[in-house]
C-alpha cells in the first residue's frame, strides 16, 4: 500500500489550519447575526427548547435536560459554555428583554456565578417567542446538524430587532464585538419611521432611538458621541450612576446610589470604594456600604458632619466603577461576513430580514390556502352529485380503485379524491355545505390578501410594521437609562478631599521620603532624624499636603510627587525609598527637589556632564498620567554616560542679575550671566554650556541670583587638595567658551577638578570621602582663601585617605 507523504513549510500549515480556524469562530461562534441577533450556541439553545415545546405555556423544565439536547444535537461543546449562554439570556441585568425565564440562582450584580444546572429550571420567556415564531412555516433556510440527523435554522424569524435590543459581545480571531442593549419601544419606533422613510437621516432615527438603555439604568452622558459611534460602530460614551441625597439627623447627609453603569460588579465597586475611605484617599466619608435587596439597588455612602457631598461623589467618579467610558464595537455577521455596522446599516439589514421572512410565510400561507380551497371546491361538487358519488364508491374495489374511479368519471384531482373518500358520513349534512361554501369564501378572501402582500410591497411594509407594533404594545416598556446632552467634567478641589496639615517634608540624597507632623518634629528637638549610615538631607521644607513637589534625577528625569501621598513617618523614622513606588533607572538618583508651581513664572537651570544648559519654565514640570509609577523626561542627554551633575531655580525677579560658574574635571571654568541661557522645553537638550577639550566634562556649576564679588567659591581635587575663591576672581564670560583655569597646570601629577560648591557661610560642613574608605569632616572656615592660580591646600594625608572621590556639603547640620 503506497503512502500519500506531502512535504509542506510550516508557516503554509500554520497559515492554512489558523485561516479554518478563524474563520469558524468568527462566523460560528463569537459574533452574533445582525439579523436575529445571536449567536450560533444562543440560536440552538432557543431552537432546542423551542423543539421539545419548552415555552412559556408549558411547566419549567431542569436547564441540565435543555443543555443536554444543545450538546447531544445541534452544539457539540463543553456543557459549562451552553449553560453559560443559557444563564446569560436569563439574566435582566445584562438583557433589555431575557430571552429566557429561569428559576433558582441565576448569578447577581455581584457576580455571583448561577446555581448548577442540576439545580435550576429554564423556560422560554415569552418575547424569546417572537424569535421562533413562523418557523414551521418555512421561513428560514434550516441545515443538517453535525452528525445530519437533525436539522437546525441558520437564523430565526425575529419578529423584533433582538441584536439592538439586547446587545452582545463576543471576542473572536482579530474581530471582537460590544454592542449596548436598547429600548424595545424606541428601537420598533426606529424601524417603523425607517420603513416609511426608507432615506431618513440618522439624526432623524435618532429622534426616535436616541442611545442605549442599559437595563441597569444610569445616565449617559455625550450626545456628540453618541451620534458617532451610530455612524461608524465605533465610540465611546459616558456612563455614570444614578444617584440621590439624603439627610440624616445631626445636620449629617447620605448619598444613595439606586442605579449603576452596565456590567459594573455592584460586590467589586462597594468594595473598591470603601477601600479608598480606608486609605484615606478621600476625607468626609463615614461608611460604605451595600443595602441592596428584593426591593432594588441601594448604596449607602454615609458621610461625616459638613462634608461636601459633590466633591465625594465626582472623586468617586473618577476614581471608582461608579462612572465608566462605555465603548462602542459594533461588528456583526452580515452576509456571513464580519462587518462593523452603524446604526442605519444594523436597521436595514433587520427590515431586508423581516420582507424575507413575511414573504417566505406569505408563500407557504398561499400554498396551503390554495390547497385546502381546491379540497374544499371537491368537498362542495362531492356533496352536491352525492348520490351518484356514493353509487361510485360502493361499486368501487377498494380505496384506491374508488379514487380513480371519482377521477375518471367526475374529473375530480387526486387530493380531492383522497378527500372526498376520506370523508366521514356525518359531514354530509346539510349544514356542512353551508359551512364549506364559508370556508371557500374565507379562503378566497385569504388567497387574494396573500397574493396583494406578494405582489405590493407597500402591503407588505405595512404588514411588517403593524406586526412590529403589536410586538411593541404588548412588550414595551419606559426607558431606564437618561441621556445627557453633554460630558460633565470631573473637577476635584483638593481642599474637599486632602486635610489640609502643614507637615515638615524630608528628602535624602539616597531617595528616602517622608512627611512628618509639626508635632513629632518639634518633640525631637531637630535630631536623631532617621537615616541610613552614610545618607544625609537633600531637602527639608514645611509644606501643607496639598503641595506638590519636582524631584530633578541625575539622568535627567522628574517626579512629580504630591505631599499628601507620601508617607507619613515620625521624625525618627527611616522612610520610604522612591524606588518602592518611581521606576527608577540604575544608578538614578535624586540632584534636586523644589515645590510644584503651575502658575510660576521662575525657571529650572539645568547643565549636563556633557557641557549642555538649559532654561525650563518650572510651570512645564506638571502632573502626567503614570507619576505615580514613573518618571518623566526633563532634560534630553546625549548619551547612557551623560547625566545632570545640578539644577537650580531661578525667579522672574533674578533673572537679569543672576550669574553660573561651571566648572570642568581638568581646571577650567566659566562664568556668564543666565540671560544667556535660552529657555526651552523639557524634552530639549538646551544649548552649549562650555567649550570642552577632548576628555573633559563638566563637574558640577554654581549659581547666585545676585553675585558679588566677596561671594566664595569651594574647589577641591583628587589630591585632596582644597581652597576657598571669591567670585570675583573668576571674570565674566560669554556662554560657550573655554574658560579661565583654576588649578596651576603642574606635570607630575596633575590636579583634577572632583567638586565646586558655592559657601553658604564658614560655618558650613562638608564630608569628603576617600578611595581608601576614609571620611573626614571639615568646616568652610578651615579651608584657606586662595586665588584663581593656587592649587590650593592639601587637607588630606594621601596615603591614608586615598584619592578625594567625592566632597558632599551638610547644609542642614547648623539647624
Known sequence: MSIDIQELSLDEVMGDRFGRYSKYIIQDRALPDIRDGLKPVQRRILYAMYHESNDASHPFRKSAKTVGNVIGNYHPHGDSSVYEAMVRMSQSWKNGMPLID??????SMDGDPAAAMRYTEARLSKIAEELLNDLNKKTVEMMLNFDDTEEEPTVLPAAFPNLLVNGAQGISAGYATEIPPHNLAEVIDAVIYLIGHPQASLEKLMTFLPGPDFPTGGIIQGKHQLLKAYQTGRGKVVVRAKSTLES???????????ELPFEVNKADLVRRMDELRLNHSIEGVAEVRDESDREGLRIVIELKKNADSQQILQYYYKYSNLQINYNFNMVAINRQRPEQVGLLAMLRAYIAHRKEIVRRRTLFDLKKAEKRRHVVEGLIKAISILDDVIALIRQSKDKSNAKENLKKQFDFSEVQAEAIVSLQLYR???????????????????????QKILEDE???????????????KHYGKPRLTVIEEEVEELKIKKEFLIPDEQVMTIVTREGYVKRTGLRSYQSSNFKDLGLREGDHVLYLAQHSTLDNLIFLTNKGNYIYQSVYELQELRWKDLGEHLSQRINLGNDEKLIQVFPADAQSTSCVVMASRGGMIKQTPLAQFKTFRTHKTKTQEAMKLQDTLDEVVNAYLVTESQKDQAEVILFSHLGFSLRYPVAEISQVGLKAKGVIAMNLKGGDHVVNFVYHDAPQDKDQILIASQRGFMKRMVWGDIQPMTRAKRGLMVFKEIKSKPHRLVEALGVRSETEVYELYGSNGELLQVQAGDIPLNQRYSNGTSLVDEETFGSLLRVLPLPYQEE
Open 248 to 258: 440624616l439627623r445631626g445636620g449629617r447627609e447620605q448619598i444613595v446610589i439606586t
Open 428 to 450: 354530509l349534512t346539510n349544514t356542512d355545505i353551508t359551512a364549506l361554501q364559508e370556508e371557500k369564501l374565507a379562503l378566497n378572501e385569504a388567497i387574494a390578501n396573500f
Open 102 to 107: 429561569m428559576h433558582g440562582n441565576n448569578g
Open 458 to 472: 407597500g402591503v407588505m411594509m405595512k404588514l411588517i410594521q403593524s406586526e412590529l407594533k403589536a410586538v411593541k
